[in-house]
Nanobody
Framework: QVQLRESGGASVQSGGSLRLSCEVVGVDWSRGCLGWTRQAPGKKHEIVAVMDDDGRLVIESLRDRFAISRDGAKTTLYLQMNNLQVEDTANYYC????????????????WGQGTQVTVYS
């Protein structure tokens, strides 16, 4: 059974940093798309960053503050978040699609349970 286990969410003051981790269990992720989405209260899910066969990508609005990476064994995905702002407050989810990043549909094959990030001023 494929599982995505997130950790690292916390409450942090504006300007602070956090690193989220996602342990990938039950699948040898060497293809497809692995990434992070977030959902703020009352808002839709937003893809934050992904890694796929073509490389890695952070959405333009977050590119100067967020970075996505993985360990060499491809068992853990990370999201480094710097200079956090109040608007970054959301539940962050690790997500996996076995074929391609679902930019339009948002229909990922596997979801983690989510980890809460709260940024206060």
């Amino acid at each position: 059974q494929v599982q995505l286990r997130e950790s690292g969410g916390a409450s942090v003051q504006s300007g602070g940093s956090l690193r989220l981790s996602c342990e990938v269990v039950g699948v040898d992720w060497s293809r497809g798309c692995l990434g992070w989405t977030r959902q703020a209260p009352g808002k839709k899910h937003e893809i934050v960053a992904v890694m796929d066969d073509d490389g890695r990508l952070v959405i333009e609005s977050l590119r100067d503050r967020f970075a996505i990476s993985r360990d060499g064994a491809k068992t853990t995905l990370y999201l480094q978040m710097n200079n956090l702002q109040v608007e970054d407050t959301a539940n962050y989810y690790c997500v996996l699609d076995f074929v391609i990043c679902p930019w339009n549909s948002g229909n990922w094959d596997v979801w983690g349970q989510g980890t809460q990030v709260t940024v206060y001023s």
